[in-house]
């Protein structure tokens, strides 16, 4: 079973700041990797998928980048809406399709 | 627009049966995998159980396995998880999903669409 492993689990920024989130794998996972952000009481909702594409309607201050057991979520400047749960997911070895434990970017 | 409404959940003792049923609409359903990822109290996403879009695969985590059934009626548009011996780990929101189709292939890789959730609670 690959291992992802998110950090920081905080992050604590303000609006209009960037936040740079990292996700790392036990194993080379290529670039099959997506994120996911869950705000309270929400469903997850795909941000990107194979590392580096946007979901349909995924604004472009959200890009993804890396490739085998090294990736990074970026959020280029904090909307007030971006604050929220985010978990980084692989589909390399399945089953089981595994998730990170999820970093929180809180307003400072 | 893709709708996925999940109900079932309650309270159940520990080793009681429970069926999960989430009902689709605003895609063909026929044509996706679909999952069901769980969330407990506080806690990170959990895959449960997967089926490809036919029927003829289903596939489960080890903390699940031997206990939960995944299964699905393309006429009905409706996706199923039949959980028995339940135990007090069990207890989560859980949501179903449907794949993204990527190039035409609508294979279970990532989970696009999702359900609000069900919550279920195992406790005596």
């Known amino acids: 079973e690959i291992v992802l492993t998110q950090s920081p689990a905080t992050l604590s920024l303000s609006p209009g700041e960037r936040a740079i989130l990292s996700c790392r794998a036990s194993?080379?996972?290529?670039?099959?990797l997506a994120w996911y952000q869950q705000k309270p009481g929400q469903a997850p909702r795909l941000l990107i998928y194979?590392?580096?594409n946007r979901a349909t309607g995924i604004p472009a201050r959200f890009s993804g980048s890396g490739s085998g057991t090294d990736f990074t979520l970026t959020i280029s400047s904090l909307e007030p809406e971006d604050f929220a749960v985010y978990y980084c997911?692989?589909?390399?070895?399945?089953?089981?399709?595994?998730f990170g434990q999820g970093t929180k970017v809180e307003i400072k | 627009e893709v709708q996925l409404l999940e109900s079932g959940g309650a309270l159940i003792q520990p080793g009681g049966s429970l069926r999960l049923s989430c009902a689709a609409s605003?895609?063909?359903?026929?044509?996706?995998?679909l999952t069901w990822v769980r969330q407990a109290p506080g806690g990170g996403l959990e895959w449960v159980a997967a089926?490809?879009?036919?029927?003829?695969?289903?596939y489960y985590a080890d903390s699940v396995k031997g206990r939960f059934t995944i299964s699905r009626d393309n006429s009905k548009n409706t996706l199923y998880l039949q959980m028995s011996s339940l135990r007090v780990e069990d207890t989560a929101v859980y949501y179903c999903?449907?794949?993204?189709?990527?190039?035409?292939?609508?294979?279970?890789?990532?989970?696009?669409?999702w359900g609000r959730g069900t919550p279920v609670t195992v406790s005596s």
């Open positions: 999903a449907n794949a993204l189709c990527i190039g035409g292939d609508c294979s279970l890789y990532y989970f696009d669409s």
């Open positions: 089926i490809s879009s036919s029927g003829g695969s289903t």
């Open positions: 997911q692989q589909r390399r070895n399945w089953p089981p399709w595994t």
């Open positions: 194993q080379s996972v290529g670039s099959y």
């Open positions: 605003g895609f063909t359903f026929s044509s996706y995998s």
């Open positions: 194979d590392a580096s």
